[in-house]
C-alpha cells in the first residue's frame, strides 16, 4: 500500500485549476438507445380503508397499490375478487385512506400531494386537488362525523380540512416549528390529533374549530424517539404509535393520560372495537387482542403477520366465521381474517395486479449481467444481456446501491442500512442465497447508497435515519462476517459515493443527513481512509459551495475523477490536489430538497469518462473535457461485460449500444 504522510485535515487542497471553460457538448440521439422494457413488477399496498358495497351486502377493502401510476382497488373482502380499479395518474402511491360517514372513501397521495375521492359504485375516481401548495405527500387522513377530512403532510409538517360541503381547503399550518412530517392524524369529537417527527418525536392536540394547538407530553423515557408513526382513536382512547421504540402509548381522552403502554408493537395501526370490547393489534408478528376495560393484552395465535394495513370488522355468516369477522389486508395484497367467536384464520390473496416498480439502482453483477432494484417495492431483476432477457427475484427490500466484489453481488438495502450478498451462479432463494450479513439500525443508518470492493473487504458508505444527522463507513470483512463502524468520518455528514486504490478508501459527502433536518453543514468534503490503519487521512473541500458529490472514480493514472451534482473534478492523489473542476450542468442548491444520489463515473476502454447526471447519459473527452450527450431522460447508470450502457426511465430499463 502506499504510504500517506499528509495531514488528517486540510480545509482547502491547492487547487492548479479553478476556472470554468466553455462547456462544448454535443446533443443526443436516440438511435443508440434500446428499450429492455419494466425489470419489476410488485403489489405494494402502505395504506388501505374498509367499507361496504352501495347495496351494503358486500364488504369491501379499498387500497391503493404503488406503481407509475399508483392504482386505486375496490376488492371484495370475502372472495379476494377485485371489484373495479382505477389509475390516480400523477400519484406514486397512499399511506392515506379513510371512510367518511356516508361511506365515501378518500384517499392522499404522494408525490403529487393530491387528494381523491371515490363514491362506491361509481365509474370514476374525482380528482379534489392539492390541499396545500408545496406538500408533496399526505402521509395520513381521517374524517370526522360531519364528512370534514383531516391530513398531514410532508415536508411543511402540516395538517389541512377538506370541507366537502364548500369544497374547500384550509391550512392550519405547522404543527411543530422546524418538524417535517405529520405522520398519522385521527379525529375525537372537534380535537385532532397529529403525529409528528422525525427530528424528535411529538404529539400534538389540535382544535378543529380555532386552529389552536398544544402539545400532548410523552413520558420521558421516550425522549429519544423519532416520531409518532400512528394514531388511532378508539371510543374514549387514543393508541398512539412511537417508533425508535415500537411501542404504542394508550391514552385516556378524558385525562389525556397514559394509562398503558403496548411494547414490541409492529403497526400500521389498531382496529376499532369488536366483540367483548376488545380490539385488534399485530404485535411481534403476530395478532393481539387489547381489551379496552381490562387493559388486558392477549395473543391469539394468528402469527407470522408482520404489520398492518389497518383493519375491517366485515360478516361471512359461516359456521366457521359466524358474528363479526376481523379482516386486514398486507403490504402484498393478502387478505388475513380471524374470527374472534371461533378462533378461525384465513389467508385469501387478494386480485391486485401488481403495477410497473420504478427502479432504484443498476449496477454490473459478477457474471456480467446487469441487476435492477426496485424502489419502495424493492425487489432484484437481473437482465442476461447475451440471451436478452429479463429475470426477477422477490423478497429484498428497496436497494439503494450494488457492487460486485468476490464473484458475489453486495447489496445495500433500506431501511435499517442491511447488507446482503447474492451468488448468481447459485439459485435464487431468500434466506440462503442472498443472505443477510448485517444491519445497522441500531446505529441509526439507514440507507447504504455507496459501496466499493475495497481490496480483500468491502467498504459501504450510509446515509442516517429519519431525523439524524452523521453518515458512516462501514468496512465488512466477508472472510470473517465482522464490520467496524465509523460514524461521523465527516461530522454531521452522510457518506454517498466511493472509490478505492492501493489501500485507500475515497469518500464523497452530502451535507444532508437523514430526512426530516436541516444541514448545518455548508459544504461537501472529500476524504480519504486509510485501510490499513483505520483512519481518516485527509478531509477537504473539492469544489467550494457544493453540497454533494455524488459520483467518484479512478483513471489509469491513479487521478481521482468527481461529479458533485454537476460539476466534475479532477484530483492529483499524488500531489493531492484538484488539478481542475468544470461545470457540465448547472444548479441552485437552494432549490434541493436533499441530494443522496444523482451522478455515476467510470472510464472505459476507449480512455472516455462515461457517467449520468442530470438526466443525462454523457461522454467526457478527458483531454479537452469536451462533453458529449449521449442520453436524455436517463437516470442511474451501469455498464456489462460487452461495454453497453444501461440507465433507467422510471420503471422501465434501457440499454445505450456500443
Known amino acids: 500500500m502506499r504510504k500517506v504522510t499528509f495531514l488528517l485535515a486540510l480545509p482547502l487542497l491547492f487547487t492548479i485549476y479553478l476556472g470554468v471553460v466553455e462547456n462544448k457538448s454535443t446533443e443526443a440521439a436516440e438511435s443508440n438507445v434500446r428499450e429492455i422494457g419494466t425489470a419489476l413488477n410488485a403489489v405494494s399496498i402502505p395504506g388501505a380503508a374498509y367499507g361496504k358495497s352501495p347495496d351494503g351486502e358486500e364488504d369491501w377493502i379499498y387500497a391503493v397499490s404503488g406503481g407509475s401510476p399508483a392504482v386505486f382497488n375496490v376488492v371484495n373482502a370475502e372472495s379476494g375478487e377485485l371489484v373495479n380499479s382505477f389509475s390516480l395518474e400523477g400519484a406514486s402511491n397512499?399511506?392515506?385512506?379513510?371512510?367518511d360517514p356516508d361511506g365515501n372513501v378518500y384517499m392522499g397521495t404522494y408525490s403529487n400531494g393530491t387528494l381523491y375521492r371515490y363514491v362506491p359504485g361509481s365509474d370514476h375516481i374525482e380528482n379534489l386537488g392539492k390541499p396545500l401548495a408545496g406538500e408533496s405527500f399526505i402521509w395520513r387522513i381521517s374524517s370526522d362525523e360531519d364528512g370534514n377530512i383531516?391530513?398531514?403532510?410532508?415536508?411543511?409538517?402540516?395538517?389541512?380540512?377538506?370541507?366537502?360541503?364548500?369544497?374547500?381547503?384550509?391550512?392550519?399550518?405547522?404543527?411543530?416549528?422546524?418538524?417535517?412530517?405529520?405522520?398519522?392524524?385521527?379525529?375525537?369529537?372537534?380535537k385532532a390529533y397529529a403525529g409528528v417527527g422525525t427530528n424528535g418525536a411529538n404529539l400534538v392536540e389540535l382544535d378543529t374549530e380555532t386552529g389552536e394547538t398544544k402539545q400532548i407530553p410523552l413520558p420521558d423515557k421516550f425522549s429519544g424517539a423519532t416520531n409518532v408513526y400512528d394514531i388511532n382513536v378508539v371510543r374514549n382512547k387514543l393508541f398512539a404509535r412511537v417508533t425508535g421504540a415500537s411501542t404504542i402509548l394508550v391514552y385516556d381522552l378524558k385525562t389525556m393520560e397514559v394509562i398503558d403502554e403496548i411494547e414490541d408493537a409492529n403497526g400500521i395501526d389498531v382496529s376499532q372495537a369488536?366483540?367483548?370490547?376488545?380490539?385488534?393489534?399485530?404485535?411481534?408478528?403476530?395478532?393481539?387482542?387489547?381489551?379496552?376495560?381490562?387493559?388486558?393484552?392477549?395473543?391469539?395465535?394468528?402469527?407470522?403477520?408482520f404489520s398492518a394495513r389497518g383493519f375491517g370488522w366485515i360478516n361471512l355468516g359461516t359456521k366457521e366465521f359466524p358474528g363479526k369477522t376481523l379482516a386486514s389486508i398486507s403490504w402484498n395484497g393478502e387478505i388475513r381474517k380471524y374470527n374472534p367467536i371461533t378462533g378461525n384464520t384465513e389467508i385469501t390473496p387478494g386480485q391486485i395486479k401488481g403495477e410497473p416498480v420504478d427502479i432504484q439502482s443498476l449496477t454490473q453483477g459478477p457474471n456480467g449481467n446487469i441487476f435492477v432494484g426496485g424502489y419502495f417495492s424493492g425487489g432484484l431483476a437481473e437482465f442476461d444481456y447475451q440471451a436478452d432477457q429479463l429475470t426477477e427475484y422477490k423478497g429484498l427490500g428497496q436497494i439503494e446501491g450494488m457492487v460486485t466484489h468476490n464473484n458475489r453481488l453486495y447489496m445495500g438495502i433500506y431501511t435499517g442500512a442491511e447488507l446482503f450478498s447474492y451468488n448468481p451462479d447459485n439459485p435464487y432463494e431468500l434466506g440462503k442465497n442472498p443472505v443477510e450479513h448485517f444491519s445497522l439500525k441500531d446505529k441509526e443508518q439507514d440507507r447504504p447508497f455507496a459501496l466499493v470492493s475495497a481490496g480483500d473487504k468491502l467498504a459501504v458508505g450510509t446515509v442516517p435515519d429519519y431525523g439524524k444527522l452523521g453518515g458512516a463507513l462501514t468496512i465488512f470483512d466477508p472472510t470473517t462476517n465482522e464490520y467496524s463502524f465509523h460514524r461521523n468520518v465527516v461530522e454531521n455528514q452522510s457518506v454517498i459515493s466511493l472509490a478505492y486504490k492501493d489501500g485507500l478508501v475515497y469518500g464523497g459527502t452530502s451535507v444532508w443527513g437523514g430526512l426530516g433536518i436541516q444541514p448545518t453543514e455548508d459544504e461537501a468534503k472529500l476524504f480519504i481512509w486509510d485501510m490499513e490503519n483505520e483512519q481518516k487521512v485527509l478531509e477537504?473541500?473539492?469544489?467550494p459551495g457544493e453540497k454533494a458529490i455524488s459520483a467518484l472514480t479512478l483513471d489509469d493514472e491513479g487521478n481521482l475523477w468527481g461529479l458533485t451534482s454537476g460539476v466534475l473534478f479532477k484530483y492529483d492523489t499524488q500531489s493531492n490536489q484538484i488539478v481542475r473542476h468544470e461545470e457540465l450542468y448547472s444548479l441552485n442548491w437552494d432549490a434541493v430538497g436533499h441530494l443522496w444520489r444523482g451522478g455515476a463515473l467510470t472510464f472505459d476502454d476507449d480512455g472516455n469518462l462515461y457517467g449520468q447526471t442530470h438526466n443525462e447519459l454523457f461522454k467526457v473527452n478527458p483531454e479537452t473535457w469536451e462533453k458529449e450527450t449521449l442520453a436524455e431522460d436517463a437516470t442511474l447508470f451501469a455498464q456489462d461485460a460487452d461495454g453497453n450502457f444501461y440507465f433507467a426511465r422510471d420503471h422501465k430499463l434501457y440499454q445505450y449500444q456500443r
Open 94 to 99: 397512499s399511506w392515506a385512506l379513510t371512510v
Open 150 to 190: 383531516y391530513g398531514g403532510t410532508y415536508p411543511s409538517g402540516k395538517v389541512f380540512q377538506y370541507n366537502p360541503e364548500t369544497d374547500e381547503f384550509r391550512d392550519y399550518g405547522q404543527m411543530v416549528e422546524g418538524q417535517q412530517y405529520v405522520r398519522s392524524i385521527d379525529i375525537y369529537k372537534d
Open 274 to 305: 369488536g366483540p367483548k370490547n376488545n380490539i385488534y393489534l399485530i404485535r411481534n408478528e403476530q395478532l393481539y387482542s387489547y381489551n379496552l376495560n381490562t387493559l388486558e393484552l392477549k395473543a391469539t395465535g394468528f402469527d407470522d403477520l
Open 540 to 543: 477537504t473541500v473539492p469544489v
